[in-house]
């Protein structure tokens, strides 16, 4: 629903969420990712990025899952 149809989205979904125990923090992550997710989907599918075959995801997973995604990690690599 963020991404296709974030005018929808109410106030009443946010206390929805809260009520669930979601933090205020965990609630803007969550948003944040989908936001940089959907923005990533978008230039993949407009430059025709294509995603890597399972074994080249599986060999580099192992750094991302050491040092994640941020540009520091990456450089030390």
């Known amino acids: 629903m963020l991404t ?15 009520a669930a125990g979601v933090s205020r923090d965990a609630l803007r992550d969550a948003a944040t990712v989908c936001a940089l997710f959907s923005m990533i ?3 993949a599918d407009s430059l025709g990025w294509d995603v890597p ?4 995801l599986a060999a580099r997973a192992p750094a991302m899952l050491e040092g994640g995604y941020s ?4 450089r030390r690599r």
């Open 71 to 74: 540009f520091a990690a990456m």
């Open 4 to 18: 296709l149809r974030l005018d929808e989205l109410t106030d009443a979904d946010v206390e929805a969420a809260y």
């Open 41 to 43: 989907t978008r230039l």
């Open 53 to 56: 075959d399972p074994d080249r």
